[in-house]
């Protein structure tokens, strides 16, 4: 079974109740917090929020892949690449 049929059924059993609303919170979370801190950090608000959805998707992408492949040195190295990126922004 490949990532994208891992992807599809997720997001297949994300998109009914109860989990539905479970992820949708937890997404909301993470990006709330991720941009929360980017605003301290003085990024305007909507730079902040696009940036954080950005930075909690790529990661959680990264985590699937690592936890597909296993290799964890590709994953730290490119988990460390998306956040300085998001964070040069």
Known sequence: MGVDVID?????CLTERPFADFATSAIHTLIDAVA???IRCRFSTQDARENATVA???LRAILLDRLVTGDV???DRSASRLIEQVAAE
Not at 8 to 12: C, G, L, N, P, T
């Open 8 to 12: 599809v059924r997720a997001a297949q």
């Open 36 to 38: 929360d801190a980017m």
């Open 56 to 58: 909690v998707s790529g």
């Open 73 to 75: 040195a590709r994953t």
